[in-house]
């Protein structure tokens, strides 16, 4: 595979408070707030707007509800999620510091081994997995692709002149776009963006001819019939979108890129408090408002258990490295 343009680029951090409802503080103090009445900080590892960002804030509210404590989040992006995710791992293992993370959580050790600032395996406890959205792959109106079929014809017939966007090197839908080439044997280039909304408005003017993208971001585009869609990741099809088949069910079953949100903390958090954050987290995510709202916007509620969720980075982790390393991908290549 080829890259059209390379780029690379750091965010400011910045603060944004989200105040959970507050009710009357647990006994355990390590549990809710601390004796000064402190927060609890939830660190995210990107700028405020981004799905990442938008599913803690819900997070946080829940967590509020359900623990009488309030959680806030913590925006720290830049250095491809590096400066958020040191920021956890570096955090006081007293409960008042928590991170969410994503698929960059899992990518970055194959990406960038020794590089890394921490240790993905070591210096983080898996708390609970939020939840996944899987990617869907659609194409410009005017490429002459209505099925995944047809669209590896078409590449095929056209070697090197399909491209497709991404928010950066080694990003959820750069794989996917990997995963792609490798499994359907196509020759496809991948042009790197500064962010997705780039990625998008290019798209949408067929600057590009095809990307991968969560649903909830393509949703009304797909419906206007500006872009088509022609497969989602994984295994099955996105409740919002019934009549797209999965990249299985396309005899693709390799392209599986679903990004993931959970739940982490700083390594030798109390396992009690561990235990209890899954609990509410878990059932915040599996019933009421915020398992609604999560559906509403195009997410797969999931709300594991602490060693359910390490199981599947470790998973991720794994096949993540192997996707690059296949590759060949460098950072900022």
Not at 293 to 312: D, I, N, Q
């Amino acid at each position: 595979m080829r890259n059209c343009s390379r780029r690379q680029w750091l965010q400011p951090a910045v603060l944004l408070p989200l105040a959970g409802a507050a009710a009357a503080a647990f006994p355990v103090l390590s549990w809710g707030q601390s004796a000064t009445g402190a927060p609890v900080k939830i660190i995210v590892p990107y700028a405020a707007g981004a799905a990442t960002d938008t599913l803690s804030r819900l997070l946080a509210q829940a967590l509020g509800e359900a623990t009488g404590a309030t959680y806030i989040v913590d925006n720290r992006s830049g250095a491809g999620t590096q400066i958020g995710t040191r920021a956890i791992a570096g955090a006081a293992p007293d409960g008042q510091t928590l991170g969410f993370i994503d698929t960059a959580f899992a990518i970055n050790p194959g990406l960038l081994g020794a590089a890394l600032p921490y240790d993905t395996q070591r210096d983080f406890v898996p708390i609970s997995l939020m939840a996944t959205a899987p990617l869907v792959l659609v194409v410009h109106a005017s490429v002459p692709a209505r099925t995944m079929r047809e669209f590896i014809a078409l590449a095929k017939a056209r070697p090197g002149t399909l491209n497709y966007g991404s928010a950066g090197v080694g990003s959820a839908p750069h794989l996917a776009g990997e995963q792609l080439h490798h499994a359907a044997s196509i020759d496809i280039n991948h042009v790197p963006y500064r962010g997705g909304s780039t990625v998008l408005t290019d798209l949408i003017g067929g600057q590009i001819q095809f990307g991968f993208t969560t649903v909830p971001t393509m949703i009304d585009h797909i419906r206007a019939g500006t872009v088509r869609a022609l497969a989602v990741t994984g295994n099955t099809r996105a409740a919002q979108l019934p009549d797209v088949p999965s990249m299985a069910e396309s005899g693709l079953g390799a392209v599986d890129a679903t990004p993931f949100f959970g739940l982490v903390g700083p390594a030798r958090l109390a396992p009690d408090h561990v235990e209890r954050l899954a609990t509410a987290a878990s059932s915040a995510v599996r019933t009421g408002r915020l398992n609604q709202r999560l559906l509403e916007l195009g997410f797969v509620p999931v709300g594991s258990t602490a060693e359910a969720f390490r199981t599947r980075l470790a998973q991720e982790i794994a096949k993540w490295s192997g996707v690059i390393k296949a590759g060949g991908i460098k950072p900022n290549a």
